[in-house]
DNA sequence: TTATACTAGTGAACACTGTTCATATGGTCA
DNA sequence: TGACCATATGAACAGTGTTCACTAGTATAA
């Protein structure tokens, strides 16, 4: 008697279906340029039978995005090296992966501002906090132990770390690099860069945040 | 006898009312909800005149952007402090600030993947280069001070500090910053980790960009 | 001054988009 | 068998970017 079990799986079937087509379509076209119709041709259905799965375009992009935090958040989780420095390291450069790996996953969790909601909803994920978290105990650790110079504060630390890979990240997938600009290598100085910096300890500067507008 | 003088400065003067109306738009309602209709209704005129000004509305879009690059340059070139390495600070936070002024600019310019053709174009831009020498050139004369470690090249410190300050004017713009977050002082603090990371020196590492894969 | 040439701007249309809804289909259960 | 109900559909609506035959109005040449 597991026909509501047999339909509920049906559903979540073809709801696997139109993201798995989504993404494709995404990652090969971009957001723009998929039409929901498109999305219903590969999966064989007319158009109208997605909305009774997702109520919107955008409610399958903000599904995709749970999707990839889910994804990045696994990954991080079999973290584990010897030198906790180094753990530190590998933490944010699988960031940077992930945004090879999974370049429309990456643009929807963190560059994509044509979907309206997720600007609204970003504090509402718990994934985010969580990474955050997961990452910013990690190095509160690596504080006690005296790695960094005494008062560090663990969430500057990392606030700062994913700030750089971020950079470089959005810089690629964005095309905004020299073709003949080599990435991998620009990510890893940029993380070291900021990481030896930290350490070497920055001056905690004017207190207030300094108003120096260039006013042009 | 400036009959065409005077049909070419009419011309001008509405394609730059269509410019006007499209930042404004864009601006207000982002680029993905701006359509040529809205555009036509603000300078009132058909939807069709628009065409014969601009080819498309991703032509508005990267008519926009080269603006973009003129206002970042005339910006940049008022240049001038006392300290050479302050002067280098100014010129990357001269970027965060422009970010924060334009920021419809900063993204079209630099973030934005919805257009198509700018990927394609985007290293055509004289603009680019142009803003990469000017910057580079100062670094240079930096390194020849002595200011940096022995080696290091001035178009990887010109790369890394952008990245760098490139990555939290994204976040900022992208609203992916908790709200409590002060935007400016994490610019301040990841430019300044970068600059003090690059002067105590980073390992050249291995020559190869290191392909340590994560794998997930 | 008249006739020609040209230009800017238009209205209507085309092919597309996201989305909605009345309708039909076909399996489920009494 | 008959009532029910979830699922999927075709057709339509309002909106999009873009094109094109056409018109009104101005500039040039005869």
Same mark, same amino acid.
């Given at each position: 008697?597991?026909?509501?079990?047999?339909?509920?799986?049906?559903?979540?079937? *073809?709801?696997?279906?139109?993201? #798995?087509?989504? =993404?494709?379509? @995404? !990652?090969? $076209?971009?957001?723009?340029?998929?039409?929901?119709?498109?999305?219903?041709?590969?999966?064989?259905?007319?158009?109208?039978?997605?909305?009774?799965?997702?109520?919107?375009?955008?409610?399958?992009?903000?599904?995709?995005?749970?999707?990839?935090?889910?994804?990045?958040?696994?990954?991080?989780?079999?973290?584990?090296?010897?030198?906790?420095?180094?753990?530190?390291?590998?933490?944010?450069?699988?960031?940077?992966?992930?945004?090879?790996?999974?370049?429309?996953?990456?643009?929807?969790?963190?560059?994509?501002?044509? *979907?309206?909601?997720?600007?609204? #909803?970003?504090? =509402?994920?718990? @994934? !985010?906090? $969580?990474?955050?978290?997961?990452?910013?105990?990690?190095?509160?650790?690596?504080?006690?132990?005296?790695?960094?110079?005494?008062?560090?504060?663990?969430?500057?630390?990392?606030?700062?770390?994913?700030?750089?890979?971020?950079?470089?990240?959005?810089?690629?997938?964005?095309?905004?690099?020299?073709?003949?600009?080599?990435?991998?290598?620009?990510?890893?100085?940029?993380?070291?860069?900021?990481?030896?910096?930290?350490?070497?300890?920055?001056?905690?500067?004017?207190?207030?945040?300094?108003?120096?507008?260039?006013?042009?």
């Amino acid at each position: 008697m597991g026909v509501k079990e047999r339909q509920e799986r049906e559903r979540e079937a *073809v709801a696997r279906a139109i993201l #798995d087509a989504a =993404r494709e379509l @995404f !990652v090969a $076209e971009g957001y723009r340029n998929v039409s929901i119709r498109k999305i219903a041709e590969k999966i064989e259905y007319s158009p109208a039978a997605i909305y009774s799965y997702f109520p919107s375009k955008d409610d399958i992009f903000l599904a995709l995005a749970e999707e990839g935090f889910r994804i990045l958040l696994t990954c991080n989780e079999e973290a584990s090296a010897a030198d906790p420095i180094d753990r530190i390291r590998a933490g944010f450069w699988r960031l940077y992966e992930f945004s090879k790996e999974h370049p429309e996953y990456f643009a929807l969790m963190f560059v994509d501002r044509s *979907v309206p909601s997720i600007s609204q #909803d970003w504090q =509402r994920f718990g @994934f !985010v906090r $969580e990474m955050k978290h997961q990452m910013a105990a990690h190095i509160q650790t690596v504080i006690n132990d005296g790695l960094f110079p005494p008062g560090t504060e663990a969430d500057a630390v990392f606030q700062i770390l994913l700030a750089s890979i971020h950079g470089v990240a959005v810089l690629r997938l964005c095309e905004r690099l020299a073709p003949a600009q080599n990435a991998d290598a620009l990510a890893r100085d940029t993380l070291e860069a900021a990481l030896t910096g930290l350490r070497a300890g920055i001056p905690r500067a004017l207190q207030t945040a300094s108003s120096q507008s260039s006013d042009c």
